[in-house]
């Protein structure tokens, strides 16, 4: 009768970003899984710990749905004492909704508003060297690569970038 229950416990949903495939891992972390990966079977499998408390799991596999189903099944073998030695062993179907949810980042970037980072370089004089001399700097070691929007205002530039730290710039 417990296990019988706990099967009733057994469907949940499971949240992944459409545009950059990664899976939530709650409350806020992200992490890139492909289909029936080790990691995607770790993900769902630590959502279903609260759950499974009273009973020991032997073994979890994936069962294949299709892809456009938007169902993952995972096929669960668990056991319980139910006597004093006797173990009762059963196989369970459980089957994960995936429903769609932009990551933090995916969202950024969808509301043009992608950028972590600006930084902001400012000249008070009448004379633009200097500006233009950090422009040149900026070309010959390819530091425009690592930015998402450059803007020029009237007193200098702004660099937005998408990380606070870019490999290379220091």
Not at 51 to 59: E, P
Not at 116 to 144: G, I, N
Request: glycine share 2%.
């Amino acid at each position: 009768m417990v296990l019988c229950f706990i099967l009733a416990l057994l469907s949940d949903r499971a949240f992944m970003c459409k545009f950059c495939n990664r899976w939530l891992i709650p409350p806020n972390g992200w992490l890139h899984a492909e289909r029936e990966s080790k990691e995607l079977l770790s993900i769902l499998l630590k959502k279903l710990k609260p759950t499974m408390t009273k009973v020991r799991l032997t073994d979890a596999s994936f069962l294949w749905t299709e892809p456009h189903s938007k169902r993952v099944k995972l096929k669960l073998t668990i056991q319980k004492e139910v006597l004093t030695g006797a173990v009762l062993q059963q196989v369970f179907i459980v089957e994960f909704i995936v429903m769609n949810q932009m990551c933090d980042d995916c969202r950024r970037a969808e509301a043009k508003d992608f950028w972590r980072a600006c930084v902001q370089v400012r000249q008070k004089c009448e004379f633009k060297k200097t500006l233009f001399y950090l422009e040149q700097l900026v070309l010959k070691h390819s530091a425009h690569l690592n930015t998402t929007t450059i803007k020029p205002v009237p007193t200098g530039v702004d660099f937005f970038y998408a990380k606070c730290r870019t490999p290379g710039i220091h």
